[in-house]
């Protein structure tokens, strides 16, 4: 039977029947291709094979504990100079209390990321952390990016071993996926020339796989990058995958323009974002999970995503951390979902909601 009436896609799709893995070209061509219908069939056959209608979410609280950056990405609405109005960095005990009402709703994940602040030591991390561990050691904390680590190793002067085993020590249990962006140069360079380049996020991660902890890796899409850009991107997560095999989730994020410095750009439609999550499903075949993070999707769309690769949504967010809010494309900035409405909204797409914790596992609860 005739599965596509595009003819790349019919030899990609008897490759990914045969579980075999797909090039670069072959990526570019998956982009390419003009039947969105084909392309997310394959990605469902792909994400069914391994998950079945099973889709994850958990019930999470993001924690920004400072807007002070200098890295002056170009895309990022989140971040201010030292001296500009509205620049914050909260206290330990702020983190603690934000923590405990999370706790009180069932959060079982901290997410934890913030700017490349100058003003701090890295020992207000490692007392974050440790102090949020006394008080709630079942918290899982999913801290810092490879940009924040890079940043540390450069900053105090330490090595990244040096880094990451402190803040291990101190009670970092993960790392969430940001700061990857575009790998590509000469794109990396032109949004964020002041952190550090692809290669280096790469290094990083396998530096944290090495030292026992899982970390997850984004891609943001949509603003000024080629879809060979972005083909390369998933190439080097696999390989990267390939060689450390500690990451657990891809999630590709949309671009938001409003209140950035590009905010000229349109940003990706809702069929560009359906088709890099298929893409990616079906290029990144070593990661498990690929997310569709409902709050820059918005809900429908991330329904209609669960059918194209997706097989978690994130979390509830709670009233989330100011960098979520600068980003959202929920009305008014909204981005909080109770764990009943998640659950609604993975059940009405056709799917089975499932609650995880950071790391995959289970997570038994009567329904709210
Ligand atoms: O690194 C910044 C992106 C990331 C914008 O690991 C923007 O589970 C769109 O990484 N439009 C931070 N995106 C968020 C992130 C994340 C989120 C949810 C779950 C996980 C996880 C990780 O947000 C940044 C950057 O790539 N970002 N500004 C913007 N205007």
Not at 174 to 201: L, Q, V
Request: hydrophobic share 35%.
């Amino acid at each position: 039977m005739q599965f596509s009436f595009d003819t790349k896609l019919n030899f990609i799709a008897k490759k990914v029947e045969a579980g075999e893995r797909l090039n670069f070209d072959e990526g570019v061509a998956l982009y390419r291709t003009d039947d969105l219908n084909a392309l997310g069939k394959l990605a469902d056959f792909v994400r069914r094979r391994k998950h079945g209608r099973t889709t994850y979410f958990n019930v999470n609280r993001h924690f920004n504990h400072t807007n002070i950056c200098v890295a002056d990405c170009k895309f990022c609405g989140f971040y201010k100079r030292a001296r500009q109005e509205g620049a914050y960095t909260h206290s330990i005990e702020e983190g603690i209390e934000i923590a405990r009402n999370a706790v009180k709703e069932g959060a079982t994940e901290l997410h934890i990321v913030g700017g490349l602040n100058t003003k701090l030591p890295f020992e207000y991390y490692t007392d974050l952390f440790s102090s949020l561990k006394r008080e709630f050691p079942a918290l899982h904390l999913k801290a810092l990016t490879m940009v924040e680590l890079d940043f540390f190793a450069r900053f105090y002067k330490m090595s990244d071993e040096e880094v990451i085993q402190k803040l291990k020590a101190a009670g970092m249990d993960s790392c969430p996926g940001g700061g990857a962006e575009i790998f590509a140069e000469p794109t990396r360079s032109r949004i964020c020339d002041h952190k550090c380049d692809g290669a280096r996020w790469l290094e990083l991660s396998g530096k944290v796989h090495k030292a026992g902890l899982k970390t997850n890796a984004t891609m943001l899409y949509g603003h000024i990058e080629t879809t060979e850009d972005r083909v390369d991107h998933f190439v080097k997560l696999r390989e990267q995958q390939d060689k450390t095999g500690g990451f657990q989730c891809f999630i590709p994020l949309a671009f938001y323009p409003n209140g950035t410095a590009l905010s000229s750009l349109p940003g990706p439609d809702a069929i560009d974002s359906l088709k890099t999550i298929a893409v990616s499903r079906l290029m990144i075949d070593n990661f498990d999970h690929i997310k569709a993070y409902w709050v820059m999707l918005g809900k429908a769309t991330t329904q209609t995503a669960l059918h194209f690769g997706a097989n978690d949504v994130d979390g509830t967010i709670t009233d989330g951390g100011e960098l979520t809010h600068s980003y959202s494309v929920e009305e008014g900035g909204e981005q909080k979902m109770t764990r009943a409405e998640l659950i609604a909204m993975i059940e009405n797409a056709g799917f089975e909601a499932v609650e995880r914790d950071t790391v995959y596992n289970r997570v038994e609860k009567v329904a709210a």
